[in-house]
């Protein structure tokens, strides 16, 4: 604060004398008439100046008041610190002989007073700063404390977490171990499963998880070809199809449906087709594989039959029966655990398979290919489920075609029907793993990336999980899936109903849950990623600028009866190739 001369002349004190420049002290020493030498510093200046105005009783004693806040110190500090006894205020006629030395010891007084006022200054402000100081680093202290029990929390949890799940998984195998050895030896053609069936887990509201897609997953694997997409590799290749089994099997599976798709003996003749093995094989094979995986943990057998070249023929139900039980034969043989009758665009195919698969005394499963339009001939699906219960199907849904969310709602569908019949089944469902919200009627067979560009489309991981969560609240308890499937997806529907069947799948010991994996990547940014709430909202890129985001179906609107879709064991000549190439060339310039 500057030294203002009309401040200090209505209220003169030594403590203004403080504030004071050299030239302060002049105009003071002026305006007082005090005699002062040009060739003093500021201190002799200073000390010249007060004796002055103490001789002409200018100054006044200083009042010292204790402000707030004023540290209390005892009496023995005080007296260390402050030694300088106090005095009276000095004035003209305040010394009896005038003398003076009187005045002089006063003015020595007073610049004691003002050095000890100086001295109590500098040591509140040392002491302020110390005490500031301490309140800092215990902060700072208190900060990292905090710190460290978050960590430790954290990490308890984690370890915590993996007990649980290491846990669950070791008790589970313990399970299955006690299983193995209490019961007799199973063998690829040896009797079914001693353990609770099909129905029987599903009355008890137990989820049952099927497998994948094997007919696609062996064609990217070398083993199947597309096309045709017949399961030979059972006797041509059995190493392939057993380690897929095992896969699914690993990933949670409990149903080890046999790869027994388009093996009928029309389908394997179909179109060309020179095979030189029995359908029989083929089907025997797919039994013995199936049950040699099966028996390694909690699975079931399931012998499965598909719609037929003979039915788009415009065969008789005789005929088409006969195709189905022949494939029968070879499930009973070889005691399958039950049947599935899936695949089936038209009702009336599926009733008759279901007719036939029914007479084995087995639980039959019944599935459409179909989305909520209906099959091909426009039978809604409430009313496709209701026929089936009624030809005999115990559990009865959707497998193929279209992708989780559109077959969950024509499940649904089919669940109103039933229920509205006043008749009762048990669902499931088995999509595809391919997102499908452009397809027609017919599904992604109208797609014109099939089936060889349908990667795009593939489901996350963590698309699985919110797929199986819908499905369970949809009650549906028999949940699989179809093309597209690999065993990855399927562990990742095991992972998401961990808490409704009390079992990790074993696969999951090399899969942190919701990405915690992560944690131990060397990248800081990717382990930022080891949370669920990072994964579950992901919306990924396709890394293709270039590409649509949706398709134009290439469905004609044949069916059976259309001569186009009359079957042959003759290969497709080039005559007829160029004809359908015209065909699509019309439907394109039509749509």
Not at 60 to 78: I, N
Not at 222 to 251: D, I, K, N, S
Not at 311 to 339: G, P, R, T, W
Not at 435 to 459: K, M, N, V, W, Y
Request: hydrophobic letters at 40%; aromatic letters at 6%.
């Amino acid at each position: 604060m500057a030294f203002v001369l009309e401040q200090f002349v209505a209220s003169p004190t030594v403590g203004q004398l403080d504030c004071c420049r050299k030239v302060d002290l002049r105009l003071v020493a002026d305006h007082y008439h005090v005699s002062v030498s040009s060739a003093l510093v500021k201190s002799e200046l200073k000390a010249t100046l007060i004796t002055g105005l103490v001789e002409q009783g200018v100054l006044r004693r200083p009042t010292l008041v204790e402000s707030p806040g004023t540290m209390v110190q005892s009496a023995t500090e005080q007296a260390n610190i402050f030694t300088t006894p106090q005095f009276d205020s000095v004035s003209a006629g305040s010394s009896p002989t005038g003398s003076k030395l009187d005045a002089r010891v006063k003015v020595r007084m007073a610049i004691l007073q003002c050095e000890r006022e100086e001295r109590e200054r500098e040591f509140q402000l040392r002491r302020e700063l110390e005490i500031r100081k301490q309140e800092q680093e215990l902060e700072i202290r208190k900060q990292e404390l905090e710190l460290e029990i978050r960590k430790q929390e954290l990490e308890l949890e984690i370890r915590k977490q993996e007990l649980e799940a290491d846990t669950a998984v070791r008790m589970r195998q313990l399970e299955l171990q006690a299983a193995v050895v209490g019961d007799s030896a199973v063998t690829p053609s040896g009797p079914a499963a001693s353990f609770d069936g099909i129905i029987e887990r599903l009355n008890a509201g137990e989820v049952v998880i099927g497998d994948g897609g094997f007919v696609f997953a062996l064609e990217k694997r070398g083993y199947v070809m597309a096309g045709p997409w017949t399961p030979e590799a059972t006797v041509t290749h059995p190493e392939a199809v057993r380690q897929l089994h095992r896969e699914f099997l690993r990933a949670g599976s409990n149903v080890m449906q046999t790869f027994t798709f388009y093996a009928s003996d029309d389908k394997l003749e179909n179109r060309g087709q020179s095979l030189k093995i029995a359908g029989t094989q083929i089907n025997e094979a797919a039994c013995d594989l199936a049950r040699e995986v099966a028996s390694e943990g909690d699975a079931m057998v399931a012998g499965g039959v598909c719609q037929t070249p003979s039915y788009l023929s415009c065969k008789s139900e005789i005929e088409v029966k006969a195709i189905f039980k022949k494939q029968l034969e070879v499930f009973l043989k070889k005691n399958v655990d039950f049947l599935i009758a899936e695949y089936f665009e038209h009702v009336e195919e599926a009733e008759w398979a279901v007719q036939v698969l029914k007479a084995s005394g087995k639980p039959v499963a019944a599935c459409m290919c179909i989305g909520p339009d209906g099959d091909m001939h426009g039978v809604s699906p409430g009313e496709c489920a209701v026929r089936l219960v009624k030809a005999g199907a115990q559990i009865v849904g959707i497998n193929c075609h279209f992708d989780p969310e559109t077959c969950v709602k024509t499940v649904k569908l089919m669940k109103e029907g039933v229920e509205k019949a006043q008749l009762k089944a048990h669902y499931m469902v088995q999509p595809l793993a391919f997102h499908t919200p452009d397809c027609s009627c017919q599904g992604f067979i109208d797609l014109r990336e099939f089936p060889f560009a349908l990667e795009p489309r593939i489901l996350t991981r963590w698309d699985m999980h919110a797929y199986a969560r819908e499905a369970y609240k949809a009650g549906i308890r028999f949940i699989g899936g179809c093309c597209g499937f690999e065993p990855y997806h399927i562990r990742a529907i095991a992972e998401e109903l961990t808490t409704e069947r009390r079992i990790l799948p074993p696969a999951s010991e090399k899969h942190g849950m919701w990405g915690s994996g992560l944690e131990m990547h060397t990248k800081p940014w990717v382990r930022a990623r080891a949370r669920r709430d990072y994964w579950e909202h992901i919306a990924p890129a396709s890394g293709r600028p270039k590409c649509p985001s949706l398709s134009t179906p290439e469905g004609w609107g044949v069916t059976k009866g259309h001569t186009e879709l009359m079957q042959q064991k003759e290969a497709t000549s080039s005559q007829e190739i160029k004809h359908l190439m015209e065909m699509q060339k019309k439907a394109k310039s039509s749509a």
